[in-house]
């Protein structure tokens, strides 16, 4: 991890911490990169800050092995699918197109459509979960 990453991450929790300064908590969810670690934020302030903004959180880790699971990775995925298939020529058209797409689903009020039951999660993670031998 470099020490930039670990800094920028320190610095986006700082400034969602300032954005909301009447609320108790603010749930966070993220994925496992490993800039999203607690430990960046005493890396780039001193203790008590560091301590004070994490005070502030609740987060929870999406499975590190279930990036499917995610909402944000589904959607991420169907983005890349849908609008990012060729070549873009430089970053004012890829924001434009982004855009664009983004606007799209939006109107079009496009939503996931979870159909993972727990009978599935029974059969598709079977491995996660621990056999019980019986006598």
Request: charged share 30%; proline share 4%; hydrophobic share 40%.
């Amino acid at each position: 991890m470099t020490r930039s990453a670990t800094l920028d991450f320190a610095e986006v929790i700082r400034e969602l911490v300032e954005s909301y300064p009447t609320a108790e908590k603010i749930v966070l969810v993220m994925d496992n990169l490993n800039t999203h670690k607690m430990a960046s934020l005493y890396e780039a302030f001193v203790p008590d800050e560091a301590r004070r903004l994490i005070e502030r959180l609740e987060v929870h880790y999406t499975p590190k092995h279930g990036s499917w699971l995610n909402m944000a990775e589904t959607e991420l995925s169907v983005m890349t699918k849908q609008c990012l298939r060729r070549r873009i020529p430089d970053k004012p058209t890829l924001v434009g197109e982004v855009a664009a797409w983004e606007s799209s689903r939006n109107t079009a009020r496009c939503r996931i459509d979870w159909r993972f039951t727990t009978a599935n999660a029974r059969i598709k993670l079977k491995r996660l979960y621990p056999s019980i031998q019986v006598g």
